[in-house]
């Protein structure tokens, strides 16, 4: 059975000014999505399903339908208030989290997948790794990260937060480590520069995540109960958010699944800021002239 690929795409956009989930990047004004697809097709995913607000229906389906004759495209939305029975939250401006954002594709999804984010690219080499172990690895009981090399998530360009994974002598995840405002000074990463609390250094090849998941389908579950239990605790406030790293820390530290972490060299870069675009596009053109990519992706 192909996997599916699932890509988290309900942002906002709010600090790039815009929704950046669409906006040309790649020399025929590809968005950083069409990477990912073309790199799924070619790793030998089935399926791709995107999780985004209702009102963003007609700017998707009018961008991204056209790929359908290619792999199968579905589309499913995050809302931002949910109802559950025997829990009252307040009125909420942003929806639950990524957690929640994986579990309303569940309907959806009955194979295993990867996750990702939209505006997110990681790499043509990945998508070979995960689509490999989700084919024939993954169970209820192991499931995986890809894991990215510190060194090559860094921006030239300020700090930046990252997820820094301890892992075991079987490179399967322990927990993720959130560090801050990490940059590299004086060939060293240092973390917390610029803030009150105290800085510390990072080995600069420490495997991190960048929300790169690879699941099976009966983690929905395991969602479902831990997000209600969430807001239930949470009810009062409008802006806590259910991450994917709490369901798998929960399910790791219960002894529910192990979580591979699987090393990759491929280099990441995200576009959360107007002024990361002008990066990408130098990178995606730079894969081009090696040969990663065809300047035109679809002919």
Known sequence: MKPTLLILA?????????LKQIDGIGPNEEPIIEYSIYDAIKAGFGKIVFVIRKEF?????????QFSSRISIEYVYQPVNVKVDGINTVERTKPWGTSHAVLVAKDVIKEPFAVINADD????????????????ECSPTKMAMIGYILSNTLSDHGTVNRGVCEVDENNFLIEVNERVKLANQNGK????IGSDDPVGEVAADSSVSMNYWGFHPSIFSHIEAGLHEFMDKNNTNPTAEYYIPDVVTDMIVSGKMNVEVIPT???WFGVTYKEDKSMAVETLNKHIQ???YPKNLWT
């Open 10 to 18: 309900a942002g906002m956009g709010s600090r790039y000014g815009g």
């Open 57 to 65: 229906d007609e700017a998707f389906r009018s961008r991204f339908d």
């Open 121 to 136: 690219y990681y790499g043509a080499n990945s998508f070979k790794l995960i689509s490999n172990f989700l084919m024939n």
């Open 189 to 192: 990463v240092i973390y917390n």
């Open 265 to 267: 060299s491929d280099n």
């Open 290 to 292: 090696n040969g990663v």
